[in-house]
């Protein structure tokens, strides 16, 4: 996806390669599911190494929880790719094999509606919860097979859409989960903590009660819920910071083969959160991660290879692992593999390659960014606010960084306030001024990252 709004720095590649070095901040995540796109019935799709993918088959009606209404809905209007097509105007994410594990509905599949407000799908009678089944008779695999079908259709066109429905909708769904999760149910508690640490069905996000639900999943030998509680522990989210926790919990998850929890535990040996600082079993667990292809780990292992920390220095291998992180889509590889080129570091200096490097990491920061990724969104700010691959407009990078925050993301403004360093002392300033100027703070602009300023970056949160 190309905006118009992206434009590589004014002055050509020369004027490029001499811009600010950029630190962006990196999320190194557990696999959430699925995030709501908006109102185009589609969704931006993270899932597990463990989870793959699975065709759908009709549950059998007397095991699977629900009732199957048909519905008749008139199309609203959309256009994707330039084409205008039919809407149902919900958001949706696919039902992953936990959740129809929930529900009973064995390997059957569907698109779970997270929110139903626009005129369209009242007027059909969708409602949050739901779960589409069919839509003009045909099997709804997930989110994207919904907008695959909905792309063939014209707007103001009628059709049939089959849904399935525990109770009236949102509430008596999260009901039924919450009275499987305690009854022993292990895809009930880590449904429930994903929706809920997402903000997704029932309501806004409620970290607490996701932690909850998390942990008993973690407890039963769910290995992504034991990544996503860990990652509550090591930033303080839902539950009281505690990096060593996190560690035994990353740990865990990573010997049973979960990639995202070796990144993880990776980054805490690196960084020496939680556990002693040791940069080779650092690095042992990223090339456990790199040989799952999980791209944040070739990303950290090739910084190992390019300093020789924990590996032997080898400039050929860290350019190879960023190289493949980069074609991968990680807009922190193709910008550090930018860098490299710029100075000429471990590899011969290159501006144009330079120039091009740094506009495409900044279209892949911006449509991670577009797709509500809270990291990404801030990282655009920046990229705004130094000129990186885009043209420098602080108009446009606080716009960016403000909508980043009012996102709420508890990881991003954990990170800016342990790391503040990653923004240079005319930035950190520049921020201070921003929040100054969204009413939310009144201290000093003097570049230090105090608890007010932490305070005034979650108030956007709460504002929004």
């Known amino acids: 996806m190309t905006s118009t709004v992206l434009a590589v720095a004014l002055g050509g590649a020369s004027a490029l390669a001499e811009g600010p070095r950029w630190t962006p901040l990196t999320g190194l995540l557990a696999p959430e599911g699925e995030k709501p796109s908006d109102k185009t019935d589609a969704s931006r799709t993270e899932t597990s190494s463990t989870e793959k993918p699975k065709p759908p088959r009709k ?18 209007r959309t256009v994707a790719d330039g084409q205008p097509h039919g809407t149902l105007g ?17 390997t059957a599949r569907g698109a779970l509606v997270t929110d139903a407000a626009s005129d369209t799908a009242r007027s059909a009678g969708l409602v949050a919860g739901d779960i589409i089944e069919t839509l003009q008779g045909r099997d709804i695999a997930g989110a994207e097979a919904l907008a695959q079908e909905l792309g063939k259709t014209n707007p103001d066109q009628e059709v049939t859409v089959e849904v399935r429905r525990v109770g009236a909708g949102a509430a008596d769904l999260k009901r039924l989960l919450v009275e499987r999760a305690n009854g022993g149910n292990v895809g009930a508690a880590a449904s429930l903590g994903r929706l809920l640490s997402l903000g997704l069905v ?4 409620t970290y607490s009660e996701a932690a909850t639900y998390y942990l008993k999943a973690a407890e039963a030998g769910h290995l992504a819920s034991m990544t996503r509680y860990a990652l509550f522990a090591k930033d303080g989210v839902g539950i009281a910071k505690n990096e060593a926790l996190a560690a035994t919990w990353f740990r865990k998850a990573a010997a049973g083969g979960q990639d995202a929890a070796m990144t993880n535990l990776g980054s805490l040996y690196e960084t020496g959160r939680g ?3 040791d940069y080779a079993e650092a690095a042992r667990w990223y090339r456990a991660a790199v ?3 999980h791209v944040f780990a070739m990303h950290r292992l090739a910084l190992l290879y390019e300093a020789g920390r924990g590996v032997k220095k080898d400039d050929q291998e860290a350019v190879r692992l960023l190289r493949a992180a980069s074609d991968k889509g990680l807009s922190e590889a193709t910008s550090w593999l930018a860098d490299k080129y710029e100075q000429g570091r471990g590899i011969p200096k290159d501006e144009y390659e330079a120039y091009k490097l740094n506009a495409e990491a900044a279209d892949q920061v911006r449509r991670s960014a577009e797709q509500g990724n809270a990291v990404a969104t801030f990282n655009l700010g920046i990229l705004y606010r130094i000129g990186k691959g885009v043209k420098k407009s602080d108009t446009e990078a606080a716009y960016w960084v403000v909508r980043s925050l009012k996102l709420g993301d508890k990881y991003l403004v954990s990170e800016l306030m342990r790391n503040p360093n990653v923004l240079s002392e005319a930035d950190r300033k520049w921020l201070q001024e921003v929040l100054r100027d969204e009413g939310t703070y009144k201290g000093p602009i003097n570049g230090t990252f105090t608890p007010e300023v932490r305070t005034a970056m979650e108030a956007l949160a709460n504002s929004a």
Not at 91 to 105: E, K, M, P, Q, R
């Open 275 to 277: 556990v002693k600082q």
């Open 291 to 293: 040989d799952k292809g």
């Open 90 to 106: 919900v958001n949706t994410i696919a039902v992953d094999s936990d959740l129809a594990d929930a529900l009973g509905f064995g």
């Open 202 to 205: 029932f309501g806004p996000k």
């Open 59 to 76: 549950a059998d009606s007397s095991a699977a929880a629900g009732t199957r209404l048909s519905l008749k809905a008139v199309l609203g």
